[in-house]
């Protein structure tokens, strides 16, 4: 059949309607999303904290966060290491001492420009320098001096907290105490109850 130039138009017109109402279903049902915030709720036991997560920039350590996150690892975990003015540090014990069975060390990635800034979220480690797995811990203050540096390693930000920062200092406002082998230790116990990928 032979089309005449208004039959093509009409044609070439519908086409672009359907384009246009492919793309914009596409992008309701979450296919645009591309550029939207990966934010991480973390449930705990004084209330819910929000952590938006640096992929791009820090993209082994939040892969690495996520999949502890999307495994429900950090259900039942505590807020283990409290220290006023400074920092809170979870994820890696429950409310018994008890250290959970972790994934294989990750490398450190301080190198990506994320300063250790207050509200910020960065990975826990020991003097070894690509040794971080679950553990984490969220600044209380500015804390510079944990940024990489020519005499220093660093530690790796990968996100910020963007709801509950009044949960966070709440519960670095929490009475410790050497419990066992452990110094900073919260009298009250801190849970975290779950933790989950916000949807978009």
């Known amino acids: 059949m032979k ?3 208004k039959t093509a138009l009409s044609f070439f017109m519908i086409a672009m309607f359907l384009g246009t109402t492919l793309i914009s279903l596409t992008n309701m049902l979450g296919g645009g999303n591309k550029n939207m915030d990966t934010i991480v709720v973390l449930m705990t036991s004084l209330g819910n904290i929000e952590i938006k997560l640096a992929i791009k920039e820090a993209p082994i350590t939040t892969a690495n966060f996520l999949s502890y996150v999307e495994t429900n690892y950090y259900d039942d975990t505590v807020f283990h290491r409290f220290m006023p003015g ?3 540090q ?3 014990f429950i409310a018994t001492g008890k250290q959970k069975i972790t994934g294989d060390p990750i490398v ?4 990506k420009g994320l300063s250790n800034k207050r509200g910020t979220i960065a990975m826990a480690r020991t003097s070894v320098p690509d040794s971080a797995t679950s553990q984490f811990f969220i600044n209380l ?3 510079g001096f944990l940024d990489k540096s020519p005499t220093s390693d660093g530690y790796a930000v990968f996100g910020e907290v963007v ?3 009044d949960i966070v200092d709440a519960i670095g406002g929490v009475k410790t105490a050497t419990f066992a082998l452990f110094e ?3 009298e009250e116990d801190v849970i975290i109850l779950g933790a989950y990928l916000k949807e978009k």
């Open 163 to 165: 709801e509950g920062m």
């Open 184 to 186: 900073n230790w919260p």
């Open 3 to 5: 089309l005449n130039k």
């Open 90 to 92: 979870g994820g890696g």
């Open 86 to 88: 400074f920092m809170i």
């Open 108 to 111: 450190l990635e301080s190198d």
């Open 141 to 143: 203050v500015d804390n």
